[in-house]
């Protein structure tokens, strides 16, 4: 049985720093990816590292966000710079078992909250 379980979520002043994780198993993953919901919005794609090792990211994150370019598969972490009050979100870490797959992914975590003070 598939299990993707984030942490890391916590409570950060602007312009802090915030480090999610999220493990995964029971499985075999060559996507991963960290999306963020709020409260009456889709989810949205964060960041998204495939099992050859590219990246991507949303505009809105570029340069404040990172998944480390050398992860392993059952293993993906989120690195948040720069954080400000519109990155308040559950994030949640997904997979999927095939690297070029259409979104949504197969498998998603419970979620993690993160909450950026002004």
């Known amino acids: 049985q598939v299990q993707l379980v984030e942490s890391g979520g916590g409570l950060v002043q602007a312009g802090g720093s915030l480090t999610l994780s999220c493990r995964a198993s029971?499985?075999?993953?060559?996507?991963m990816a960290w999306y963020r919901q709020t409260p009456g919005n889709q989810r949205e794609l964060v960041a998204k590292?495939?099992?050859?090792?590219?990246?991507n990211y949303a505009d809105f994150v570029k340069g404040r966000f990172t998944i480390p370019r050398d992860h392993t598969k059952n293993t993906v972490t989120l690195q948040m710079n720069s954080l400000v009050p519109e990155d308040t979100a559950v994030y949640y870490c997904?997979?999927?078992?095939?690297?070029?797959?259409?979104?949504?992914?197969?498998?998603w975590g419970q979620g993690t909250q993160v909450t950026v003070s002004s």
């Open positions: 997904s997979a999927d078992s095939h690297q070029f797959v259409r979104p949504p992914y197969t498998y």
């Open positions: 590292v495939t099992g050859s090792g590219t990246t």
């Open positions: 029971g499985g075999i993953f060559n996507i």
